[in-house]
């Protein structure tokens, strides 16, 4: 059975930081290329980095130099290091795990940016 757990969300300040975990289990997750995504209220879901097997990496335009994805497969667990954070990065925070042929996604975690 596979299993996506993000965990980490909460309230912060602007300009704080917060790490977000995502556990996969159930899956070859060496094989899968790990994203976490982001939907606000009224809005469409958005990608907002991922990363690739090999470690190679994409960021949205607007998490670059703020925001870090790593992944460590010993521990089938993929996290997103978020700097800096602004009121506009306030949304429920997805993490998505995409392979050849499908993708599984988790529940999401809350992530609130407000002082």
């Known amino acids: 059975q596979v299993r996506i757990t993000e965990s980490g969300g909460g309230l912060v300040q602007p300009g704080g930081s917060l790490r977000l975990s995502c556990a996969a289990n159930?899956?070859?997750?060496?094989?899968?290329?790990m994203g976490w995504y982001r939907q606000a209220p009224g809005k469409q879901r958005e990608l907002v980095a991922r990363?690739?097997?090999?470690?190679?990496?994409n960021y949205a335009d607007s998490v670059k130099g703020r925001f870090t994805i790593s992944r460590d497969n010993a521990k089938n667990t993929v996290y997103l290091q978020m700097n800096s954070l602004k009121p506009e990065d306030m949304a429920v925070y997805y993490c998505?795990?995409?392979?050849?042929?499908?993708?599984?996604w988790g529940q999401g975690t809350q992530v609130t940016v407000s002082s």
């Open positions: 998505n795990a995409g392979g050849l042929s499908r993708e599984y």
């Open positions: 159930g899956i070859a997750f060496s094989d899968y290329i």
């Open positions: 990363i690739f097997s090999g470690g190679t990496t």
